[in-house]
């Protein structure tokens, strides 16, 4: 008796079809069995699927006569109705029939098929490296959007996009050496408020139409270290929005995409894009990254808009502050959709902040039971990312507290006063009655 057994070969499928593992096989024999198996671990375990026994089984009676000399071919059927991403990988028949010489020994055969199932990606994002990050307006620097796209099979073709045009960037397959090179530049301290320069700069290059010094010329391509600003900004400035350092017309950017296994098979890209950014041309452009996948039948996308922040929102609680309250000023939005995310800093106009600081960054600022001193104090919120800041600016408004009487708070929030008068009074009359 011979026996052949082959398995159809099957295409790559997308999770959620409904996939048919056919297996033929020619034989001249009488069936015996038929059994599929999943392979997983590299081979070391078959996990049974399927199973046919002719011997409790009357379906193939009628198919064959062990007298007769015949080929008789068959087929195996095994359906997935709605594969999942655990399906992925190889799978087995095996068959055996009866020997004609002697009925008590069985021949069998296999076959194998790969079945590869394919997962579109479900999530897709783009954000900014290293934000909110203090920034530096006098100097070029690098800025780097990150593509994200999750639970794809295979690994997907990630690409950016300027304003609907497709970006030909540089390859960059590994990180540049030293993170220095990537990191957003410190802040010039506010006291030197950084949207100002000094009026001779200003004339020479903003309004004088001259051309800017060399020093100011970036190299192309990824900003390069330089020495901190330390040139002291004199009272008289005059405001200027952007400085002028950038002078390539078409920016160059570096592209570096890399890929992780997850847990369920699927796998997480992230694509990222660098370039020296220019606040005067990319403030308002558009980037979006775009996904292809064998899976998808069009490209996914997720665009973003580089925005400066303008006209922050604010609001205080309580509405009437009064004394020995804890009050709390918070950013709750802008005029427009701010990317990337801005970096607040609060300041006390003409002072310090209540507890000593001169500053306090985040989205709120909160003043622990505020005294009567603060009444009528200005606080400046200044909103700033990489490619503009914007100051907004409250007055806290501090009024009476009927439980509380006047002058029984110092601004440290400690009581004096009345209490302060009693225990001097005390004092007194215990030296007046030692005296006597």
């Given at each position: 008796a011979y026996l052949t057994v082959s398995i159809e070969p099957l295409p790559p499928v997308v999770v959620g079809d409904a996939v048919t593992l056919k297996c033929n096989f020619k034989t001249d024999g009488k069936m015996r069995e038929i059994v599929w198996y999943r392979v997983t671990d590299g081979g070391t375990i078959k996990q049974k699927i399927f199973t046919f026994d002719a011997m409790f089984s009357t379906n193939f009676s009628h198919m064959e006569n062990y007298r007769k000399r015949e080929d008789l071919v068959y087929q195996s059927t095994v359906r997935l109705p709605e594969v999942r991403i655990s399906d992925n990988g190889p799978y087995e028949c095996h068959v055996g029939i009866y020997d004609r010489a002697t009925r008590e020994k069985v021949v069998l055969a296999s076959g194998n098929v790969f079945l590869n199932v394919m997962a579109p990606p479900t999530s897709i994002s783009v954000l900014a490296a290293d934000t909110p990050a203090p920034f530096s307006r006098y100097q070029a620097q690098n800025f780097t959007l990150v593509c994200v796209v999750s639970g794809g099979k295979p690994a997907p073709l990630v690409y950016f996009k300027r304003d609907g045009e497709p970006i030909e960037a540089t390859p960059l397959p590994e990180p540049?050496?030293?993170t220095g090179n990537w990191a957003p530049r410190n802040l010039l301290h506010r006291d030197l408020d950084?949207?100002?320069?000094?009026k001779s700069l200003a004339a020479e290059g903003e309004f004088g139409g001259g051309q800017p010094s060399a020093t100011a010329e970036p190299p192309r391509g990824l900003a390069a270290e330089r020495d901190p600003v330390t040139e002291p900004i004199p009272e008289?400035?005059?405001?200027?929005?952007?400085?002028?350092?950038?002078?390539?017309?078409?920016?160059?950017?570096?592209?570096?995409?890399t890929h992780a296994p997850v847990s369920d098979g699927t796998v997480e890209a992230r694509a990222t894009l660098t370039w020296t950014l220019n606040p005067q041309i990319d403030n308002e452009a558009l980037f979006s990254c775009e996904v292809k996948h064998p899976a998808l039948s069009m490209p996914m996308q997720s665009e973003v808009t580089l925005v400066a922040p303008k006209g922050p929102k604010i609001?205080?609680?309580?509405?009437?502050?009064?004394?020995g309250d804890t009050v709390r000023i918070l950013v709750q939005g802008f005029q427009n959709e701010v990317f990337p995310e801005p970096l607040f800093t609060w300041t006390r106009v003409g002072s310090r902040l209540l507890d000593g600081s001169a500053e306090h960054d985040g989205k709120e600022l909160v003043l622990e039971r505020v005294p009567a001193e603060l009444n009528g104090s200005m606080y400046r919120c200044t909103a700033q990312n990489p490619l503009g800041s914007t100051d907004t600016h409250t007055r806290l408004i501090v009024f009476e507290n009927p439980n509380i009487?006047?002058?029984?708070?110092?601004?440290?929030?400690?009581?004096?006063?009345?209490?302060?008068?009693?225990?001097?009074?005390?004092?007194?009359l215990t030296v007046i009655l030692e005296l006597t």
């Open positions: 540049p050496a030293g950084d949207t100002k320069v000094p008289t400035v005059v405001s200027r929005e952007f400085p002028r350092w950038v002078h390539v017309a078409e920016p160059i950017y570096y592209f570096r995409h609001t205080m609680t309580p509405t009437r502050a009064r004394v009487p006047r002058g029984t708070e110092d601004s440290n929030g400690s009581l004096t006063g009345h209490c302060g008068f009693r225990l001097i009074l005390a004092l007194t």
